[in-house]
C-alpha cells in the first residue's frame, strides 16, 4: 500500500503543483470545478442514491451553480458562501459526535448528505479559486494550502505508523490515531513556517500563519473524519477506485475541501488585523 500510495503521489504531485503555478485562474478553475463534481459524484454513491439518472442530475445542477459562483467571486456574496462551508464543518463535529446519526438508507437521510456534499465542495471551490486570483501572489497562496494539506497526510502517516497506539475516532476510522494528528499538526506547522518565510511573512505575520496553518490541519482531519463516516455508514472501504492506493477523487480531496475554505476565512481576517 505505501508503494502504491508513494508511485501515485510522485506522478499527481507535480502535475498539481504545475497546474496551480501555471493555470491563469480561469483554466484552474476549470479543473478544479472538474475535479469537484467527479467528487460529487462519488458522494452521491455514499450518501446512498442509487439511480444514475438522479445522480447524474445532481452532478449536472451543480455544474450550474459553479459557473454561477464563477461569476459571483468578487462578489461580497463570495464571502458569504465560504462562510457557510466554515460554518458547515464545525457544525460537522456534532455528526461526529452522533455518528449514527442519518445512518439509515432512508430517501431523507440520501438528501441530507447531498445537502452536506453542497456545502462542503462549493465553498471549497470558491475559496480555492479566489485565493489563486487574489493579486497578491494568489499562485503561491494556493499552492501552499495544498502542501499544509499534503504534509498533515504525510505526517499523520508516518507518525501513526511510529508512535500511533491510541486510537482518535476508533468507530469512525480505526486507522487514526492521536500521534498520527500531533504529527500533521507538526509537519504541516514547519511547512506553514518555511512557506511564509518564502512567501516574506515576517515577525507577527509568521506566527499568525502558523497558527492558521495548524486550524487548517485541524479542519483537514475533520473533513477526512466526516469523510469515513460516510463510507462506513455507506459500508465501503473506497469512495471509488480512480487512483491506485488511493480509491476515489474524494478520498484524495475530502481533507481539501474542509481545508481550503477554513484557510482562506482565516486568512481574510488576518490580513485585516495585520494590514499597517
Do not use: C
Not at 496551480?20 to 467528487?39: D, E, H, K, R
Not at 506553514?192 to 518565510?197: E, H, I, N, P
Amino acid at each position: 500500500m505505501l508503494k502504491q500510495r508513494t508511485l501515485t503521489a510522485l506522478v499527481l504531485a507535480p502535475l498539481a503543483v504545475a497546474m496551480i503555478l501555471l493555470l491563469p485562474t480561469a483554466g484552474f478553475a476549470t479543473v478544479i470545478a472538474a475535479m469537484s463534481l467527479q467528487a460529487m459524484w462519488e458522494w452521491t454513491r455514499l450518501a446512498g442514491v442509487a439511480s444514475t439518472t438522479a445522480r447524474i442530475a445532481f452532478v449536472a445542477a451543480n455544474t450550474l451553480l459553479l459557473f454561477l459562483l464563477w461569476h459571483l467571486r468578487a462578489t461580497p456574496y463570495a464571502g458569504y458562501v465560504i462562510g457557510a462551508g466554515v460554518a458547515w464543518w464545525l457544525l460537522s463535529l456534532f455528526w461526529l459526535r452522533h455518528f449514527s446519526y442519518a445512518a439509515a438508507p432512508t430517501r431523507e437521510n440520501a438528501l441530507l448528505k447531498l445537502a452536506a456534499a453542497e456545502l462542503a465542495v462549493l465553498p471549497a471551490w470558491l475559496a480555492f479559486v479566489q485565493l489563486h486570483g487574489a493579486v497578491d501572489r494568489g499562485h503561491q497562496w494556493a499552492l501552499l494550502v495544498i502542501i499544509l494539506v499534503w504534509a498533515a497526510d504525510t505526517g499523520a502517516y508516518f507518525a501513526g505508523k511510529r508512535w500511533g497506539t491510541t486510537k482518535l475516532a476508533p468507530r469512525i476510522s480505526p486507522n487514526k490515531t492521536r500521534a498520527g494528528a500531533y504529527g500533521a499538526l507538526a509537519l504541516a506547522g514547519a511547512v506553514a513556517l518555511v512557506g511564509g518565510w518564502l512567501l516574506d511573512e515576517r515577525g507577527a505575520a509568521l506566527l499568525a500563519l502558523l497558527a492558521l496553518a495548524l486550524v487548517t490541519v485541524l479542519a483537514s482531519i475533520l473533513g477526512d473524519l466526516i469523510e469515513s463516516l460516510l463510507k462506513r455508514q455507506a459500508n465501503v472501504k473506497d469512495s471509488g477506485t480512480l487512483f491506485p492506493g488511493h480509491g476515489g477523487l474524494l478520498d484524495r480531496v475530502d481533507s481539501v475541501f474542509s481545508a481550503v475554505p477554513v484557510f482562506v476565512a482565516g486568512k481574510a481576517v488576518l490580513d485585516l488585523l495585520l494590514a499597517p
